[in-house]
């Protein structure tokens, strides 16, 4: 299977040059060329285990990898999940249920994903004897995870972009107190999106990032998506057939990236799924759907940080689709929305999905309501997943996050002390981190004095 660009100015790829990229030279992202049809192979996908069904989902789209290889890639990806089943999936209440997301290493569901593309990179890397210098912009969660999947790797070192002072305290320990040499954590002065802004900027600088062999670990990098597809179909098999046909995932989300990943699964062929995009007060998802106008507005911080976000990136996939795989369309309103921050995009036709908000007057009072009715702790991410549960159907909430990383709300909504053995460790090491200005030009001298030089 090869890999092409949305912007369509870039040569199609194998799935490991495409990983490897990260953004498309063109600056689109990497999409499948074609959507392969998996709806005959779910009946020999049930029962298997998580690192089962990931092996046989993914050796559809990494065809360049041999598939032994590939297994154990897969294998060792999931065995620092502290729950056998890798991403149960709890019923909360008849036809109410919750996939848990944060049993990774680092408590979030980017570890599904950030835990493979790190075992990817080191076997690329060893099978080629490149060096890599891997860049990524997190608003919380992907910082800590894509850094859990590279620390201490051989021949990668590692730069990650965060808002100074815009993440939780625990999530930035998570990303500061590694004490590894191949770690760069950088506190940026701006927000999020000032910080991927950044990292598409340096990407789009060709000569620089061949000079450094630069790639993405943020969700533009396609392995990313197709890794987090897997879960949406384990929950799904994991479902009575009754309940399959009427289903909707509930998907809190900032980047678009996760609940892109599963409206991926429904264009392969997995029918009756329904998506709901749950934004927090940074809702330009949330007016999109509503409106059909993408427009940005003002980042304000919230009890959801890893949400504050107004550039989701992954949209331009959604768009290339929307615009029937159309590259001279997507160019055409992404060139538009970068000079106006607005696009209307005309007959707008929502289809399987819909979309709530929930700002931070509300968000302690689901995360209270939930235990009450429930049982469940829930974080503030996913508390914004259970605003307004109308749909008729079965209904899966994604947990996105282990409450523990939010003590502090926590506490203050339940009297309750949620902490992980993981976390608690963090206290007591030093934050090391470095602190830029939210500019190009900032970064790119750091990579030029901290980066890994590879001997092409």
Not at 53 to 75: G, N, R
Request: overall charge negative.
């Amino acid at each position: 299977m090869k890999y092409v660009s949305t912007r369509g100015q870039s040569k199609p790829l194998s799935f490991s040059e495409a990983l490897s990229e990260g953004l498309a030279p063109d600056g689109g992202l990497f999409v499948p060329q074609t959507m392969p049809d998996i709806s005959k192979l779910l009946p020999s996908w049930e029962g298997l285990s998580y690192p089962e069904l990931c092996f046989e989902f993914l050796k559809i789209f990494a065809t360049d990898i041999p598939a032994a290889d590939l297994k154990k890639i897969v294998d060792s990806s999931y065995n620092r999940f502290d729950d056998p089943a890798i991403a149960p999936l709890a019923e909360l209440r008849k036809d109410l249920y919750l996939l848990e997301l944060y049993h990774g290493p680092t408590l979030a569901f980017k570890d599904f994903a950030l835990q493979l593309l790190g075992n990817l990179y080191e076997y690329l890397l060893k099978k080629s004897g490149h060096k890599i210098n891997v860049l990524g912009a997190t608003s919380g969660d992907t910082g800590s995870a894509a850094i859990s999947g590279l620390i201490g790797k051989e021949n990668v070192n590692i730069f990650i972009l965060y808002p100074f002072g815009r993440v939780s305290p625990l999530q930035e320990r998570q990303m500061t107190c590694t004490g590894a040499s191949n770690v760069f954590p950088i506190a940026i002065d701006g927000t999020f999106d000032d910080a991927q802004h950044i990292v598409k900027e340096i990407f789009a600088d060709t000569a620089f990032k061949a000079e450094w062999n630069l790639s993405a670990v943020n969700s533009i990098n396609l392995a990313r998506i197709l890794a987090q597809c897997v879960y949406y179909i384990y929950a799904y098999l994991k479902l009575p057939h009754s309940k399959r046909g009427n289903l909707q995932f509930i998907v809190p989300t900032g980047n678009f990236g996760n609940v892109l990943a599963g409206w991926m699964v429904s264009q392969m062929g997995v029918g009756g799924l329904h998506f709901k995009v749950a934004t927090n007060q940074n809702d330009i998802l949330y007016r999109l759907f509503e409106t059909g106008i993408y427009e940005l507005g003002k980042v304000e911080p919230s009890y959801a940080p890893s949400m504050d976000i107004q550039v989701a990136s992954n949209f331009e996939r959604f768009i290339y689709f929307m615009q029937n795989c159309d590259p001279e369309t997507v160019r055409k309103i992404m060139a538009a929305f970068k000079s106006t921050g607005r696009w209307v995009f005309d007959n707008f036709d929502a289809g399987a999905f819909s979309a709530s908000r929930a700002d931070d007057s509300e968000i302690p009072a689901i995360i209270k309501d939930v235990y009450e009715n429930c049982g469940a702790v829930i974080d503030p991410h996913t508390a914004c997943g259970f605003k307004d549960l109308g749909f008729e159907g079965a209904k899966i909430v994604l947990s996105t996050a282990h409450p523990a990383k939010f003590p502090e709300l926590i506490h203050k909504t339940l009297g309750l002390d949620a902490k992980s053995p993981i976390l608690e460790e963090l206290k007591s090491k030093p934050v090391e981190r470095v602190r830029l200005g939210a500019d190009l030009h900032s970064l790119r001298d750091y990579i030029t004095k901290h980066g890994i030089k590879d001997a092409k």
